[in-house]
């Protein structure tokens, strides 16, 4: 019974959770399909532009973790002002690291030829990382008043604003990659444009609720912008940074591999980006369940009901487990028809659905080593699991992959096995400390 009562109770905060992820990865699939017409070129363009991107993105996504556990620390030992502090330095932490992304990002923009890409696919993506860059200002500042939000248990209003901002993307897309209504046809970078447009309205909606939110009145900054403060801050870092190094090493690994790509061509490059896009949707549903498992670790935590921890822990193993199988069987089934819907392009259909099988495989452990480290992060457990991360994929998975990929002459496939190696070292490494932490919780500080 405490199974199934926890079950539901992480379900009822996931639900929303999953489903807002899967509307944010929509902004992702919107691009993809509808760059995917303009040609092989601009999807390679588009590849690039996204394995670069990533990277500081998920860093910054990282970083911001840190105001879920806060948050929920707090609501949990019901400490309103602790709360309130957390959303106003997160948000100014969003801010400022967006900031910093971008002016960064710009000097990366001058130098995409070293990267070792075909010329022509280097030459079409400069402009379009310095938009989509630009985007990540109010991305980053939109998720950390999310998380504030869904560690207080209200999830559903930031996911309708969100969905909003994925249909209002949608709608600017095929205005301006086609040129419709009067707009110029700018492609690719139409795309870069509807993007940051989007994620603004975001961000303003995000504000707007908040301020007006009767119920969060207490849990909400009466004064957003004052000075920081600075404690608050490192304490945000302190959970925040290694984190954040946790999911870079997963995510550094899987930009690294498309990089990697652009030595086996351009149609490599464009199954590979189609793969990752469909991969990346599928694991919105772990992560969003993740996410509630955080929050849930976290409140109970700081409420002192420790004994609920592994109850919490089981649940959660045995949720993703059941949507592990269900992404599994899609993608073995399904995989040439989900190819086929982003190219009419048959080389680079059938390579993705190659591609695809291998998704399938990893689906249940990579759902498994995201949820034990998202758990231990709601018990402030970020440093070894960051070191367990960086061993997974950069000694073992990556190291595979280009075993297999040159070694073997594997390819593009060899470099999918070596990440599906890594993600399910993860799993063998983070499921075991989550057990024997969540067992002796109340000896952490």
């Known amino acids: 019974m405490s199974l199934w009562r926890e079950s539901r109770l992480t379900l009822r905060l996931a639900l929303p959770l999953m489903i807002g992820q899967l509307s944010q990865m929509l902004l992702g699939v919107a691009d993809t399909v509808m760059v995917g017409h303009l040609g092989v070129t601009e999807l390679a363009a588009l590849t690039f532009a996204s394995s670069l991107f990533h990277l500081p993105f998920v860093f910054g996504i990282g970083v911001l973790t840190a105001v879920s556990v806060f948050t929920s620390n707090s609501r949990g030992a019901d400490d309103a002002p602790a709360a309130r502090a957390g959303c106003r330095n997160g948000l100014i932490l969003a801010t400022s690291l967006g900031m910093c992304l971008f002016a960064l990002s710009w000097i990366v923009s001058n130098h995409l030829g070293s990267f070792g890409q075909p010329p022509e696919v280097a030459a ?34 930031p996911f ?11 709608g600017l897309n ?41 119920d969060l009145r207490d849990w ?21 940074l290694p984190a954040s190094a946790q999911m870079m090493f997963e995510v550094s690994a899987f930009s690294l591999a498309g990089l990697i790509m652009g ?10 980006q189609i793969a990752i896009t469909l991969a990346a949707t599928a694991f919105m549903i772990p992560l ?29 193993w045995l949720m993703v487990t059941c949507f592990g199988l269900l992404g599994a069987s899609c993608f073995l089934v399904f995989g040439d028809w989900m190819a086929s819907a982003f190219t009419r392009d048959a080389e680079v259909i059938r390579l993705t659905a190659s591609l695809l099988v291998i998704v399938g495989v990893f689906q249940i452990f990579d759902g498994l080593q995201v949820g034990s480290s ?15 991360s960086f061993v997974s994929y950069w000694l073992c998975g990556l190291p595979v992959g280009a075993g297999l990929a040159f070694g073997l002459g594997l390819g593009a496939r060899g470099v999918w096995w070596g990440l599906a190696a890594g993600l399910f070292v993860a799993c063998l490494t983070l499921g075991p400390r989550l057990w024997n932490r969540s067992g002796r919780a109340k000896s952490i500080p």
Not at 221 to 239: C, E, N, T, V, Y
Not at 263 to 272: D, E, Q, T
């Open 374 to 388: 998202a758990m231990l992060r709601g018990l402030h457990d970020v440093r070894m699991p960051a070191l367990m």
């Open 288 to 316: 969003g369940l993740s996410m509630a498992l955080t929050v849930r670790f976290g409140e109970a935590h700081g409420a002192g009901e420790n004994e609920r921890l592994r109850p919490i822990a089981i649940s959660g």
């Open 124 to 157: 079409r993506t400069t402009l379009y990382f310095r938009i989509l860059m630009a985007s990540v200002i109010p991305a980053l500042a939109s998720i950390a008043l999310k998380n504030h939000a869904d560690a207080l248990n209200r999830p559903w209003p």
């Open 174 to 214: 095929w205005i301006m990659i086609y040129g419709k209504l009067g707009c110029p046809e700018l492609g690719l970078e139409g795309a870069a444009w509807a993007t940051l447009i989007a994620r603004a309205a975001i961000l303003a909606a995000m504000l707007v609720w908040l301020r007006r939110a009767a």
């Open 220 to 240: 909400v900054p009466h004064r957003w912008w004052r000075m920081p403060d600075f404690a608050k801050i490192r304490s945000l870092l302190g959970i925040g």
């Open 263 to 272: 030595r086996f061509g351009p149609v490599s490059m464009a199954a590979h």
């Open 160 to 170: 309708w604003i969100f969905l909003g901002g994925v249909m209002l993307n949608i």
